[in-house]
T-cell receptor, first 112, second 119 residues
Framework: QKEVEQDPGPLSVPEGAIVSLNCTYS??????FMWYRQYSRKGPELLMY????GNKEDGRFTAQVDKSSKYISLFIRDSQPSDSATYLC????????????FGRGTSLIVHP | GAVVSQHPSRVICKSGTSVKIECRSL??????MFWYRQFPKQSLMLMAT?????????EQGVEKDKFLINHASLTLSTLTVTSAHPEDSSFYIC???????????????FGPGTRLLVL
């Protein structure tokens, strides 16, 4: 079992839909959770960064962490075609000297 | 957010030649940078951790004599692929660690990547 599991998709949704992207993990020591967006042939861009459990909202994006279930989610409201990209989750055990473990990414396609 | 640049963005080279890729943090100092490799539709594979002023730490299975890393300053790390072969063709991405305020909320910012094609 990989440390971080993420469905590669693709996930195809109509414009305006609410998108739910998820990752599960096995390492209970993970404390820091990140979501990155990667457009084709580009480097990943940090979207959301959360520590421990709970929710964090930033515009149309909401990150949710459930440590008891070892499950994290990224919700995108009112999805736009420009949101079409690969979304990678990443997590690490500590912030001081961390090297995050990445999921393989979920490909999202938002069609007009 | 912080900006990390990479140069070149793409390079095509002949088999047997060496290729150098630069990674720069533009508006913050990065004592630690990371080098990743990514194959199509795959996740990021960490190759090595580059620490300013000291030797890089390589992940298992990554040949340190083939992938030379130098982190000479707080804003620049270089990856040199020596004697490149077609199987080295990939997307190489660097990232730099921004410690933020007093080490709190440190985050990792990625460069735009370098696409290497070895003929």
């Amino acid at each position: 079992q990989k440390e971080v599991e993420q469905d590669p998709g693709p996930l195809s949704v109509p414009e305006g839909a609410i998108v739910s992207l998820n990752c599960t993990y096995s390492n209970s020591a993970f404390q820091y959770f990140m979501w990155y967006r990667q457009y084709s042939r580009k480097g990943p861009e940090l979207l959301m960064y959360t520590y421990s459990s709970g929710n964090k909202e930033d515009g149309r994006f909401t990150a949710q962490v459930d440590k008891s279930s070892k499950y994290i989610s990224l919700f995108i409201r009112d999805s736009q075609p420009s949101d079409s990209a690969t979304y990678l989750c990443a997590m690490s055990a500590e912030g001081g000297s961390y090297i995050p473990t990445f999921g393989r990414g979920t490909s999202l396609i938002v069609h007009p | 957010g912080a900006v990390v640049s990479q140069h070149p963005s793409r390079v095509i080279c002949k088999s047997g030649t060496s290729v150098k890729i630069e990674c720069r943090s533009l508006d913050f100092q990065a004592t630690t940078m990371f080098w990743y490799r990514q194959f199509p539709k795959q996740s990021l594979m960490l190759m090595a951790t580059s620490n300013e002023g000291s030797k890089a730490t390589y992940e298992q299975g990554v040949e340190k004599d083939k992938f030379l890393i130098n982190h000479a300053s707080l804003t620049l790390s270089t990856l040199t692929v020596t004697s490149a072969h077609p199987e080295d063709s990939s997307f190489y991405i660097c990232s730099a660690r921004d410690l933020g305020v007093a080490g709190f909320q440190e985050t990792q910012y990625f460069g735009p990547g370098t696409r290497l094609l070895v003929l």
